[in-house]
Structures are given as C-alpha cells and as structure tokens.
C-alpha cells in the first residue's frame, strides 16, 4: 500500500464550487505539506502543517484553507473555486528534521484538479 | 530569494547512453538537495537526498553529486534504459531560519531514452 495516499485523483468542478481534497499518510510523520504544479512554473507550496496545532501559509495561499484532522490526515479545501486553480495538487511528508534521515520528503500520487 | 535552475529543459538519448542532468541554485546555504522522478500525471518519486556535509549519494544505476559552494549538483544516470523516461526534479532546502522547512524547486528536465 502507498504510504502517502491523495484522494479523489482525478475531479472536474464548476466555477464557485467549494471542493476538498485529502490526504492521509501511514509514514507517521509529523509534518504535511500542500503543493500545486503548473506547467512551466514547477511546485509551489500553498500551505504546510508540522503538527495537528502548527498550520502555516505557504508562498500561494489564496483562494485555499486547510484542516489538519488529524496527525495522518491533511486537507485542502478551496472554498470558491476559479479557473486559475486548475492544477495538480500533491501533499507531501515528511519527519521532524531532528535526525538526517527524516528530512526527505515523500510526495502522493497527486490529484488533478479541472475548473471550468 | 533561492532560484533553482535545470538544464537542459529536455533530453532526448539511445538505449545504453550514460547522461547528465544538472541542477544549478543561487543560495549555497543549503541544508540538502533532493533529486526526484515524476512520470507523466504522477507523483514524484525520491530518488536521492544528499546533505549539505556530503558529496555524492548513489543508489543503483544512479550517482548525484553535490558542490555547495558552487552550487550545482548533477544526477548521472549509467547505461540508461527506456523505463528511466521521465521528468527529473531536483530541490533545495535552505540552511535555516524561518523558512527552513521549505524546498524550492527547478522546474526540471524531461528525459526521453529510445530504444
């Protein structure tokens, strides 16, 4: 099984819609991390979590929110979505930083999100 | 403000060939460097980590090198194959302070190996 799962992965949405998309990981990290993909402008962080209390702006944060339900699970919700969100979205994992080896960050299948 | 830079944006290589992706970034105050795989409508794939005391990490057919102070890092993939088709990203971590936990990313090299 994925250890960093994305769900739905594929959705087409209306102007004005509120959408969520999940994401859960069994990795047990304690931080999550948002980020959408747009042709020619690579990933961009929207938002990041490093723990179910500690939720933070990313360097795109408009026009989305999130909700860290609990330390496996992340969403993220646009509430009225428009056009220019069309994109793909992954979340992200990864450990705390205090061992070397946590500092890797392992990606989800991604979902792509069409707004018509 | 780190700005990650990949070049080329595409490659086109025969079955077997050895290659070079290069992966250039403005800041040397770097914490790491990750090196990712993402295939067509995927996600991406970790594929190396080096950390900033280190040099090169190798997994496989795969070498990344590390050369801080110049800042660059280059990924060698060794007799490459069809299935290595895909787009190669790397990114960077800064050192430290506020935005520590960020990665900034180039926006990659599409490798294509024909067979």
């Known amino acids: 099984d994925a250890d960093v799962t994305q769900t739905p992965r594929n959705r087409i949405t209306k102007t004005g819609k509120r959408i969520m998309l999940e994401c859960s990981q069994t990795?047990?990290?304690?931080?999550m991390y948002w980020y959408r993909q747009d042709p020619g402008l690579g990933l961009r962080l929207i938002y990041y979590s490093f723990d179910v209390k500690d939720i933070n702006k990313g360097e795109i944060s408009d026009g989305y929110s999130v909700s860290r339900q609990a330390q496996a699970k992340f969403s993220l919700s646009l509430e009225s979505a428009i056009p220019n969100q069309t994109a793909l979205y992954f979340c992200?994992?990864?450990?705390?930083?205090?061992?070397?080896?946590?500092?890797?960050?392992?990606f989800g299948p991604g979902t792509r999100l069409t707004v018509l | 403000k780190q700005e990650v830079t990949q070049i080329p944006a595409a490659l086109s290589v025969p079955e077997g060939e050895n290659l070079v992706l290069n992966c250039s970034f403005t800041d040397s105050a770097i914490y790491n460097l990750q090196w990712f795989r993402q295939d067509p409508g995927k996600g991406l794939t970790s594929l190396l980590l080096i950390q900033s005391s280190q040099r090169e990490q190798t997994s496989g057919r795969l070498n990344a090198s590390l050369d801080k102070s110049s800042g660059r890092s280059t990924l060698y993939i060794a007799a490459s194959q069809p299935g290595d088709s895909a787009t190669y990203l790397c990114?960077?971590?800064?050192?430290?302070?506020?935005?520590?936990?960020?990665?900034?990313f180039g926006k990659g090299t599409l490798l294509t190996v024909n067979p």
């Open positions: 990795k047990g990290h304690d931080r």
């Open positions: 990114a960077v971590r800064p050192m430290s302070g506020g935005s520590n936990y960020k990665l900034t």
């Open positions: 992200a994992t990864s450990g705390d930083g205090q061992v070397l080896s946590h500092n890797e960050q392992f």
